[in-house]
């Protein structure tokens, strides 16, 4: 079955840095579309950045200059690399995939908590 499980997520304090993994299962990685959201306590749950299988990449305006998205498909894992961290980066963190045939699966998620 697929899974998509996340780690590296923590308390760190503003201004610091921390780097996300999601490693992959159960999917050919490298046909995949991968991406990483975050949900707030109280907000919707929204998109972070995206990666596609050519290493093209899409950053929220929030985190653009900040985060940097990056795959190993040899290894089946997704980072993401979260520099300048601000209170407002609080929120559990998602690793997304989207299949070749536009089947979407989502990680249990890792909580990224930033204290001023």
């Known amino acids: 079955q697929v899974q998509l499980v996340e780690s590296g997520g923590g308390l760190v304090q503003s201004g610091g840095s921390l780097r996300l993994s999601c490693a992959a299962s159960?999917?050919?990685?490298?046909?995949?579309?991968m991406g990483w959201y975050r949900q707030a306590p109280g907000k919707q749950r929204e998109l972070v950045t995206t990666i596609t299988t050519g290493g093209s990449t899409n950053y929220a305006g929030s985190v653009e200059g900040r985060f940097t998205i990056s795959r190993d498909d040899a290894k089946n894992l997704v980072y993401l690399r979260m520099n300048s961290l601000k209170p407002d980066d609080t929120a559990v963190y998602y690793c997304?995939?989207?299949?070749?045939?536009?089947?979407?699966?989502w990680g249990q998620g890792t909580q990224v908590t930033v204290s001023s």
């Open positions: 159960g999917i050919i990685f490298s046909l995949c579309d």
């Open positions: 997304h995939a989207r299949t070749y045939y536009k089947f979407d699966y």
